[in-house]
């Protein structure tokens, strides 16, 4: 679940660093006009920041399966313990 909303995080904040630009600002600030009171660095910093909280959810959010060990009674399996 975090790696997925790493992967949110990170292209939203790659649609505010591109929205700081000449080449892709035009255009997005058509679909979010509330970006365009913004001045174009300030804009390109918070959108490098929220990439790089993205990147740390994809890097860092992996769930962790705790690895499954078996019980022996004598050469039968009677169950499984997490380890």
Same mark, same amino acid.
């Given at each position: 679940m975090k790696k997925i909303l790493g992967y949110?995080? !990170?292209f939203i904040?790659?649609?505010i660093v591109a929205s700081g630009t000449n080449l #892709?600002?035009?255009v997005i600030v058509? #679909?979010?006009p #509330? &970006?365009?009171g913004i001045n174009s660095w300030t804009l390109i910093i918070i959108? &490098? !920041?929220v990439v790089l909280v993205g990147i740390f959810f994809l890097?860092?959010?992996g769930e962790k399966k705790m690895k499954e060990v078996p019980i022996y009674h004598g050469k039968n399996i009677v169950g499984y313990r997490r380890h």
């Open positions: 949110i995080v !990170a904040g790659l649609v #892709f600002g035009t058509k #679909f979010l #509330f &970006l365009s959108g &490098l !920041a890097l860092g959010g």
